[in-house]
């Protein structure tokens, strides 16, 4: 499967900010609860403000056979909208009006991927502002992996993404089309391991190689989402990158709960996403 490389990130960027329910009604101080969502290939993911995550699994055959997400883009803009919609009334969860919203996004995602995505929960949650976050960063920020450089792996269903982070600001990153769920398929954990090591090591010792790369992996690799729970996982890419792989705390929700934390210091200081 081709390896796509993303250029360096931007903090929280701004998509829309006309919403279907804002009004007059409301005081000019009002601040609903910031609302965080992540759209996976086998999970959809909600917070909002400190609340617990609200998810819903995509792994049944119905799933597998129409998905909503295929390697974290939206395939299914109507049925995406329905699932979340269905996920807030099952845990009769309600969505004040003009709430910010803050979005995971993948690495290389295109301006028509993220419009597809817009609509989708302009459609949900008639947001008065959404703002993106890159899934890796976000990510790095809810693991609390820390200040400084740093080289960060998120191992998801269907797609892997590796990206050096300064100070929670993506440098640079890779992308490709593989996961824990193509384990179901055939792929084998070896397969996996090497696709990420290969990632790492075109970051670290290809022709494009970031600087501050091979410092960050001496550090050792912070390994994020449903990889980051499969031990021998971690063990074929310690042993075939040759450094130590570091497991995120809470790895499954790390990308929803930087998100939310984007978004909660997005709502203090609106001008600072802009």
């Known amino acids: 499967m081709p390896v796509a490389q993303a250029p360096a990130g931007r903090p929280l960027d701004t998509a829309g900010t006309v919403s279907a329910r804002t009004g007059a009604n409301y005081p000019a101080t009002f601040r609903p609860s910031p609302v965080a969502v992540d759209l996976g290939s086998g999970q959809l993911r909600i917070r909002l403000g400190g609340h617990e995550p609200l998810t819903t ?3 049944d055959r119905s799933a597998r056979r129409h998905p909503l997400v ?16 269905q ?3 099952q845990h009769r969860v309600g969505v004040p009006a003009r709430s910010l919203v803050v979005a995971c996004r993948p690495l290389l995602a295109t ?3 993220q419009e597809l995505t817009r609509r989708v929960l302009d459609a949900v949650f008639a947001p008065a502002r959404l703002l993106f976050i890159d899934t890796v960063r976000a990510a790095a920020i809810g693991a ?5 450089t740093l080289l960060v792996a998120d191992v998801g269903a269907q797609l892997t993404e590796v990206a050096v982070l300064r100070d929670s600001q993506v440098v640079a990153g890779r992308r490709a089309n ?4 193509d384990l179901a398929d055939g792929a084998t954990v070896g397969v996996l391991a090497d ?5 790492v090591r075109d970051l670290t010792h290809g022709p494009k190689a970031v600087p501050a790369a091979a410092t960050a992996l001496a550090r050792g690799l912070v390994l ?31 990308a929803l709960t930087g998100a939310s934390l984007a978004a909660a210091a997005a709502a203090r200081h609106p001008a600072a996403g802009d």
């Open 178 to 181: 593989l996961g824990t769920g």
């Open 195 to 199: 696709r990420l090591a290969r990632l």
């Open 111 to 113: 301006a028509a991927d």
């Open 224 to 254: 994020v989402g449903d990889g980051a729970t499969r031990p021998d996982l971690r063990e074929r890419l310690a042993a075939t990158t040759g450094a130590p792989v570091h497991r995120a705390a809470g790895p499954r929700t790390a």
């Open 57 to 59: 699994v995509m792994t």
């Open 144 to 148: 609390g992996a820390g200040a400084g």
């Open 87 to 89: 996920l807030l009334r």
């Open 70 to 85: 295929r390697r974290g883009r939206v395939v299914d803009g109507r049925g995406c909208a329905t699932a979340l919609s």
